[in-house]
T-cell receptor, first 115, second 112 residues
Framework: EAGVTQFPSHSVIEKGQTVTLRCDPISGHDNLYWYRRVMGKEIKFLLHFVKESKQDESGMPNNRFLAERTGGTYSTLKVQPAELEDSGVYFC?????????????FGNGTRLTVT | GDSVTQMEGPVTLSEEAFLTINCTYT??????LFWYVQYPGEGLQLLLKATKADDKGSNKGFEATYRKETTSFHLEKGSVQVSDSAVYFCALSSGSARQLTFGSGTQLTVLP
């Protein structure tokens, strides 16, 4: 079984540019999550999809961030325009059931550097 | 709101030493508690979990006991190996939340 895959693994962009991160969850997993770790601090929740619907987007920092999951398969997270404080590692995770029952499967993350 | 506080790192130990990484939490209700581990170049993996008070989670020689009275979930291992070098994250989920609240992570380096 393929795990959660994310790409790119690294991205370096200039302030003001646009970046799109992609996440492919494990096949059949309806629940997809985005998390972010900034500056070696705690990992913070961004949002949660159930299939193609946004179940909870309370962690999205501002309207420069746009997440989509068309067709309920892969998801993209777009940052436009990027700011310096957006630098960090963006993790995607998926689960078949709500994670209180089954564990979250995480991808390796995308390291975003905004210069 | 919910929060997790874990021991500041980095932690450096010699092989076969005893490991404790402290974790305390603040949450509404009765959260489920987790330890995740991130090995170099990899994603986070669930190491162990406990879903109610006094439960002990264990895996790969690691243990943690859910202590409601002290709101703690400290991670322990009796004899660490070089291969245990990684970043360890304490986390919780509470109520109907379908999200995890993480601590800041503790970098562990084990020297041969």
């Amino acid at each position: 079984e393929a795990g959660v895959t994310q790409f790119p693994s690294h991205s370096v962009i200039e302030k003001g540019q646009t970046v799109t991160l992609r996440c492919d969850p494990i096949s059949g997993h309806d629940n997809l999550y985005w998390y972010r770790r900034v500056m070696g601090k705690e990992i913070k929740f961004l949002l949660h999809f159930v299939k193609e619907s946004k179940q909870d987007e309370s962690g999205m920092p501002n309207n420069r961030f746009l997440a989509e999951r068309t067709g309920g398969t892969y998801s993209t997270l777009k940052v436009q325009p990027a700011e310096l404080e957006d630098s960090g590692v963006y993790f995607c995770a998926s689960s078949q059931d709500p994670h209180r029952i089954s564990p979250l499967h995480f991808g390796n993350g995308t390291r975003l550097t905004v210069t | 709101g919910d929060s997790v506080t874990q021991m500041e790192g980095p932690v450096t130990l010699s092989e076969e030493a005893f490991l404790t990484i402290n974790c305390t939490y603040t949450a509404t209700g009765y959260p489920s508690l987790f330890w995740y581990v991130q090995y170099p170049g990899e994603g986070l993996q669930l190491l162990l979990k406990a879903t109610k008070a006094d439960d002990k989670g264990s895996n790969k020689g690691f243990e943690a006991t859910y202590r409601k009275e002290t709101t703690s979930f400290h991670l322990e291992k009796g004899s660490v190996q070089v291969s245990d070098s990684a970043v360890y994250f304490c986390a919780l989920s509470s109520g109907s939340a379908r999200q995890l609240t993480f601590g800041s992570g503790t970098q562990l380096t084990v020297l041969p």
